[in-house]
């Protein structure tokens, strides 16, 4: 059921969350499926809602760095420049952790995934339940990140308590994942913080590879973030020449010089602004996957800024491309 973020919504969904039930709530990145993070049967239920698989970690939310770093046996310096500059805001710092985190929330881990939310909902709703939330997408497993209430009722809504409603994300990809727990800083998922701004402040970041077996975070998964329909990759300046008799849609950053022979088209930006592109993408993949096309075609990014985050994105959606189109 969905909600507005009223203060009295806001009380009820915190309310649902001390009994151990789950919300989604509003991020600047994407809605996140909410339960308390210390209660491994309400973390158990986030699991069952999504089909999300136990070896995958989820991330832990705080209403500030205080509370984050609670949760951490060993805080390193690079962990409390990086809070002070990039907190709140869309940035997973990944740290040792105390046993007070149960197994279920970091899969058997000795680290665990940490952040402080950039949007008004979700700090109310933290301040109101007094617990750190584990929130992962408010997605089934595997399937487009939602950005808006609308995406996760029609996903998930017969399966949680209540949706809050706080807006479309302003955001529109998840976290940067960045590990600092194991000595030497590395990326492990490129998300909504570039991964330049970072090395601003830290110095040279090592950048992690996608763990197929035992992920170290959420997102490393090869194939992930995929919409129902099959998606394509057009190499760049590559016109795409689908199959006669199949109904295509195209992803493109600017406007297309050839769309007419497309069913659907989303131009992610028509300024090429890679912030713009990163915002809109996943509602942009909502609208192609709800056409009933038989294929997607995506145009690639630069690999720089955003773009890295976006990319990886593609890229994983791009693996469920069953081989026959």
């Keep these: 059921m969905i909600r507005p973020a009223t203060p009295a919504a806001i009380a009820e969904a ?9 919300v989604a709530m509003p991020t600047e990145t994407v809605y996140g499926l909410a339960a308390d993070a210390l209660s491994p049967d309400a973390a158990a239920g986030i699991f069952a809602a999504k089909g999300r698989p136990s070896f995958d970690p989820l991330i ?8 984050a770093f609670a949760l951490a046996a060993e805080v390193p310096e690079a962990a409390r420049r990086l809070a002070r500059l990039f907190w709140p805001g869309p940035l997973t710092i990944i740290l040792k952790r105390r046993d007070i985190v149960p197994d279920i929330v970091t899969s058997g881990l000795p680290s665990v995934g940490l ?15 007094g617990r750190p939330l584990a929130a992962p997408s408010a997605n089934p497993f595997g399937y487009l990140s939602p950005t808006t209430a609308q995406h996760v009722e029609e996903q998930l809504g017969d399966r949680i308590a209540m949706v809050l409603d706080g807006g479309p994300c302003l955001r529109g990809v998840e976290s940067t994942i960045l590990d ?12 909504a913080l570039a991964l330049e701004e970072i090395e601003k402040v830290i110095g040279p970041v090592k950048r992690g590879l996608a763990v197929l077996d035992k992920p170290l975070a959420p997102g ?30 195209l992803l493109a950053f600017q406007a297309p010089a050839h769309a007419c022979a497309f069913e659907a088209v989303e131009v992610l ?33 630069p690999e720089n800024g955003l773009g890295l985050a976006i990319m990886d994105r593609l890229r994983k959606a791009a693996r469920k491309r069953p081989d026959e189109l």
Excluded: N, W
Aim: with cysteine; glycine share 10%.
């Design 14 to 22: 915190a309310a649902i969350l001390q009994k151990g039930g789950l």
């Design 60 to 67: 832990v939310h705080c209403a500030d760095a205080d509370a």
């Design 115 to 129: 952040r402080v939310p950039d949007h008004p909902v979700a700090l109310a709703l933290l301040r109101a339940c």
């Design 180 to 191: 600092l727990s194991r000595g030497e800083a590395e990326l492990l998922r490129p998300g």
């Design 220 to 249: 490393q998964l090869i194939s992930h973030y995929a919409p129902k329909t099959p998606l394509s990759f057009l190499a760049p300046g590559v016109l795409p020449s689908p199959r006669p008799g199949l109904r295509c849609g």
């Design 269 to 301: 930006s028509g300024s090429g602004s890679l912030d713009e592109a990163a915002a809109g993408l996943f509602s942009a993949l909502h609208r192609l996957d709800d056409e009933g096309l038989d294929l997607i075609f995506a145009e690639s990014f």
